[in-house]
């Protein structure tokens, strides 16, 4: 099965300071890997994908991420911080259920992201 | 496009209650899937339907848990004889089943307590 690591429970940083919130994949074959944003009482976000192509990709709200092969990492950058960037952070991959079955994403343990004015 | 709405936000139930959630998805969204968070963890997955088929089911996490999709729009998701260990935050989502790989749509959450 496919997966992923977020290494960080929490993430702090002053506003307008650079910020990463890193992940690193586990995978057979080409993956498939997203970023998703879940702000307090509200449902998950999509914040940007990784399909193929280019290994920065950029996505809403200013976000980006930075794709490494080598590192099979996928972390997800924003070069100035704000304080409404404050949420939980999830990446997740592309996983196949069952041999023959569907693809659906799986998540991460999330990282809890604090930006201090 | 109004979103995946959700129903209840909150549910509180005795053990042994049986809960029912439902999820509305975006109109014209083929795919809807259910997923359980619970805290400090990412969202787990449950089971899916293409329109009114449901194709993976073997996530759910016992024969207490069941879900329905019966005209392809909106869809249940029931808990029988709920256990403590219920307790968590079920999630819906959506996407249109074509195109965009991986891009779901949330509804906020149905958040269950089962004292």
């Known amino acids: 099965a496919q997966s992923v690591a977020q290494p960080e429970d929490q993430v702090n940083v002053a506003e307008g300071n650079p910020l990463t919130v890193k992940c690193t994949y586990s995978v057979s074959g080409n993956p498939y890997l997203f970023w998703y944003v879940q702000y307090p009482n509200r449902g998950l976000q999509f914040l940007l994908k990784y399909i193929t192509g280019d290994n920065l990709v950029k996505g809403s709200y200013g976000f980006e991420a930075e794709f490494n092969k080598s590192q099979t990492s996928f972390h997800l950058k924003k070069p100035s911080a704000l304080v409404s960037d404050s949420a939980l952070y999830f990446c997740?991959?592309?996983?196949?259920?069952?041999?023959?079955?569907?693809?659906?994403?799986?998540f991460g343990r999330g990282t809890s992201l604090i930006v201090h004015p | 496009d109004t979103g995946v709405s959700q129903d209840p936000r909150h549910k509180i139930t005795k053990r042994g209650q049986n809960v029912t959630f439902r999820c509305d998805p975006i109109?014209?969204?083929?795919?809807l899937y259910w997923y359980r968070q619970t805290l400090g963890q990412g969202p787990e997955f449950l089971t899916y339907f293409q329109n009114e088929a449901q194709l993976e089911k073997s996530r759910l996490l016992s024969d207490r848990f069941s879900a329905e999709r019966p005209k392809g729009s909106f869809s249940t998701l029931e808990i029988q004889r709920t256990e403590q260990g219920d307790s968590a935050m079920y999630l819906c989502?959506?996407?249109?089943?074509?195109?965009?790989?991986?891009?779901?749509?949330f509804g906020s959450g149905t958040q269950l307590s089962v004292l």
């Open positions: 989502a959506s996407s249109p089943g074509t195109g965009d790989i991986g891009k779901l749509f």
């Open positions: 109109s014209e969204h083929n795919r």
């Open positions: 997740a991959v592309r996983d196949k259920l069952s041999a023959g079955g569907s693809y659906i994403p799986t």
